[in-house]
Structure formats: structure tokens, C-alpha cells
């Protein structure tokens, strides 16, 4: 499978449109440009991302901050944080790119203190993104945690671009309160199928137990579906491993530290197999990827 994605990357302002807390830790960032960072995050793919530059941010009041935060909250930021789009909406004379984040440290953190009309410096698009093979029938979108955020806009551009191809999501998360999507269900339009470790809502287990037996219920073969997966390399690895013993096309969008976004750090790199060999390559995450096929990674245990 061709990945695809060669659109004319920059570094643009982007104003905020919104900064909207969408769950306890979730929040959902969207940004309007113009001009030419208009075009060309107007031909973003599903599965690619931006660098975002959060250094300069300031901190929410004290009360807002997590107590798991407290003692690194006030760490400098020196670098740009990576994040993929959940949704990308263009217009003639303006694109507006919206960014699902979860507050995880003092970068996401800084992130809510963002609010409507402010600015942030954005580098992007960048990266790799899913392909769409021409002869499937199904895609099935399987997302762990915040690896649901690709996925959204992946379903939407799916739903446009290619109408008659059948849409069932899969999202996973340890408890109903860590669906970044709400325990009601995930996108709209599109069956949704949720699976929480503790059993909350929907089926009680991880996400690939629960499209192991789905595949096993409907009957669906390899031949008639893609795989599309984010989230935790565990799971991603499981899913590769689902889609080998299916003989399904199956690309996974992977997360790595993406300090540069453009290959010039290094420190992003993905184990390979070379093909038709025993032998293995390191390939970038931001330059080669952040969408991989999964025959093609190597995943350690």
C-alpha cells in the first residue's frame, strides 16, 4: 500500500477558534488559518500531524492544575509537541483544524490556558498518512485511548471520499471516564462499538478481544476489509497480529517523541523489516511515518 500525504508543509500562526474541555483530562483545541497554511492543511490526510509550539504559554490557575501536575507543571518547555487531527474543515478562505489533546504534562497543560483569538505558531502538515486501498469493502477503525483522534477525521474523510464503503469503529479505553469520546458513543454516523477494561460501558476487556470476537461472529475476511489502528503499541502490536492471522491490510498510525517533526533530531525511529529479509531498518516516525503498515514494523514485547 502507497502512503500518501506530500502536501506543502510550513510553519503558520493559527488563531484559536475554540478550547473546549471535552472530559475530565480531555480537551478539544480548533485553530483557523489562512492563506497559504489554509491550503495546505485544506490537503491534510487523516494520520498526519502538526508541531505545535506551547512554549510560551502560561500556566491555568492554580486550582485548575491536576495534582498529579503540581510538581512538574512549572517545568520549562523547550520543545514542540506533536499532535494528529481529529478534524480538518476547509473553506475558500479559510481552513480550520481542530486538535483532540489530553492533559498529560506541562505542555498540555500550558494548552488549556488557550482561549478564542489567541495565537499559537503551528509546523505542519507533516508526516504520512492513511491510504485507502481501492477494493475494500469494510474499514474497521480501531482506536485505543486518545489513538481515537486520527480516527475521527479519518472516518469523516472516509464518509466524503469514499461513501459506499462500509464504516464500524472500535474504541477501547480502561474506564467509561477515559473514553475521550464519551460512554454514549464515538463519531456519529458510524456504528461504534466501545470496549472498557473494568466493563463500564460496553464490552468488558481490551479492544482487540473485542474485535477478535466480532471477526469471529460476522464472519468478515481479510480480503473484504482494511484495518485501521491507533493507539498503544501493545495494542497496535495485537492488531497486527489479528490482521496477519486474517490476511487483512492493516496500517497503524504510531506514537514516538517527535521533537523536530521533520527528521532532522533522530529521535523518532521505528524498528523495520526489510522485505524478502531477516534483516531490519530504522525508518523515522515523522518522515516515514507517523502511519506505518503493520507487516512492516517490528514490535518488541
Known amino acids: 500500500m502507497k502512503k500518501t500525504g506530500s502536501v506543502n508543509k510550513g510553519q503558520f500562526d493559527a488563531r484559536v477558534c475554540s478550547n473546549a474541555q471535552a472530559g475530565k483530562r480531555f480537551w478539544r483545541l480548533r485553530l483557523e488559518l489562512n ?12 494520520g498526519q500531524f502538526a508541531e505545535l509550539d506551547v512554549s510560551n504559554l502560561p500556566l491555568p490557575n492554580k486550582e ?15 520543545l514542540r509537541r506533536p499532535f494528529s487531527f ?16 489530553c492533559v498529560r504534562g506541562p505542555g498540555t497543560l500550558r494548552m488549556t490556558s488557550l482561549r ?20 475494500k469493502q469494510t474499514a474497521l477503525l480501531v ?8 480516527l475521527e477525521y479519518l472516518r469523516k474523510f472516509l464518509s466524503v471520499n469514499h461513501p459506499k464503503m462500509k464504516i464500524i469503529i472500535f474504541v477501547g479505553a480502561r474506564t467509561a471516564q477515559e473514553l475521550s469520546c464519551g460512554p454514549e458513543g464515538c463519531m456519529g ?15 468488558k476487556g481490551p479492544i482487540t478481544l473485542c474485535l477478535e470476537e466480532w471477526l469471529q461472529k460476522t464472519g468478515l475476511t481479510g480480503s473484504q476489509c482494511v484495518m485501521y489502528a491507533c493507539g498503544p503499541e501493545a495494542m497496535l502490536a495485537k492488531i497486527a497480529e489479528i490482521a496477519r492471522i486474517q490476511d487483512a491490510d492493516c496500517q497503524v498510525s504510531l ?16 524498528e523495520c523489516i526489510v522485505p524478502n529479509s531477516k534483516e531490519t531498518v530504522y525508518k523515522l516516525c515523522c518522515e516515514d511515518g ?5 507487516r512492516e514494523i517490528v514490535f518488541r514485547s
Open 64 to 78: 485548575n492544575i491536576p495534582d498529579d501536575l503540581r510538581d512538574s507543571a512549572g517545568r520549562s518547555i523547550l
Open 116 to 135: 478564542e483569538d489567541g495565537r499559537v505558531s503551528i509546523i505542519g502538515p507533516l508526516g504520512n498518512g492513511f491510504s485507502v486501498p481501492a477494493d
Open 189 to 203: 454516523g458510524s456504528e461504534a462499538i466501545l470496549a472498557t477494561d473494568d466493563g463500564s460501558v460496553g464490552f
Open 290 to 294: 507517523p502511519v506505518f503498515d503493520s
Open 143 to 150: 482506536a485505543g485511548g486518545m489513538g481515537i483522534a486520527p
Open 255 to 270: 506514537e514516538r517523541m517527535m521533537a523536530c517533526g521533520i527528521g532532522i533530531c533522530q529521535s523518532c525511529a521505528v
Open 35 to 46: 492563506g497559504d497554511g489554509a491550503k495546505s492543511f485544506a490537503a491534510a490526510l487523516p
Open 86 to 101: 481529529s478534524d480538518i474543515t476547509a473553506s475558500e478562505t479559510k481552513t480550520e483544524v481542530e486538535i483532540l489533546y
